[in-house]
């Protein structure tokens, strides 16, 4: 990634840290926590394993940071597309709309997350310390149609197990199914078929 050269010193600073963020969030998604090495991530960024540590005294540090800024920008698509939508059933649909293109413009936070639910001693005693906001995120729009008698009472969990965490294996498993089961998730076609499917087990399972 190039790193572009902003007037101040502060500027630079924030631009080589995005910058590290950006590689990282790659190179995690690509070898998971345990192999990703800092040098690997450095060098993406064109610079030297001291400057990132100047960032990022650790590689637990950096993943984390990575990690956090997934799922705060996560929450910001979210608000935007559900902000102002009133009927719950529209906002459900909204926020699985958020996550699908969220997850499809930006793959590595994909798998990073469908790692992350695979191997859960990165997270150790806090398995939610970052994902909580996108729990929570879901929790109120349950909540919403629930308490307005449009939805039947179900877990957020429930739901996200058996309904939104489909999204991550349609993001992330394209390439891995065989040549004659490929597919591309953002192919226009193939986006409209899954996003349909999507909206009808989402109906399915929370309407009366």
Known sequence: MTIPMPA??????????????????RVFAATGFRAARLEDIADAVGIR?????HHFSTKKMLYDAVE??????????????????????????????????????????????????AD????????VEFSYVALEDMDRTLAYGIARGAFVPLSTMTFVNGVAAGILFFVCNSRQVGEQRRYDPSDPADKVVFRTLLHKLARTAVLP
């Open 49 to 53: 394993r001291p400057s990132l540590l």
């Open 8 to 25: 101040t010193r502060k500027e630079r600073a924030d631009a080589t840290r995005e910058a590290i963020l950006h590689e990282a969030e």
């Open 120 to 127: 859960t001693a990165v997270r150790g005693d806090n398995p």
């Open 68 to 117: 956090q800024r997934i799922f705060e920008n996560m929450h910001a698509v979210c608000e935007a597309r559900t902000a102002g939508v009133e009927d719950p059933t529209a906002r459900l649909l909204a926020h699985l709309d958020a996550w699908l293109d969220f997850f499809i413009d930006r793959p590595p936070a994909a798998r990073i997350l469908q790692r992350l639910v």
